[in-house]
């Protein structure tokens, strides 16, 4: 079995993609998630330390604020909720990808700002 190969369907991985460039074959790889990020994501289960239990958990976009520099900010990030208990989980890789939206949403808002 070739291992670029997915095996339900025959065809390259999504994680791979093959093109053409100048006449050579090239493979570019796509921004993959870690392997735990993938399981946790897929399978949408986690420990919960509210009701201490391996519990189904769903994904919300809430608003938080935070003051940079002196200023205001309302940032949309992405939180874990428990579906037993309602209380807010730690997701692995969950806090990397916040932080990387934070800085996406600062720097849209600082241009638009002037900053």
Do not use: H, V, W
Not at 76 to 104: H, Q, R, S, V, W
């Amino acid at each position: 079995m070739n291992p670029l190969m997915d095996s339900a369907s025959g065809r390259l991985s999504a994680a791979l993609l093959l093109t053409k460039n100048k006449g050579r074959d090239t493979i570019n790889k796509k921004e993959r998630k870690t392997g735990r990020e993938c399981a946790a994501m897929e399978n949408q289960r986690d420990f919960c330390t509210e009701c201490r239990r391996e519990t189904n958990y769903t994904l919300k976009k809430i608003k938080i604020n935070r003051t940079i520099r002196e200023k205001e900010y309302t940032f949309e990030i992405t939180a874990a909720f428990c579906n037993k208990c309602g209380g807010e989980m730690g997701i692995p890789g969950l806090m990397d990808y916040n932080m990387k939206e934070i800085d996406e949403q600062y720097r849209k808002a600082s241009d638009n700002i002037g900053g």
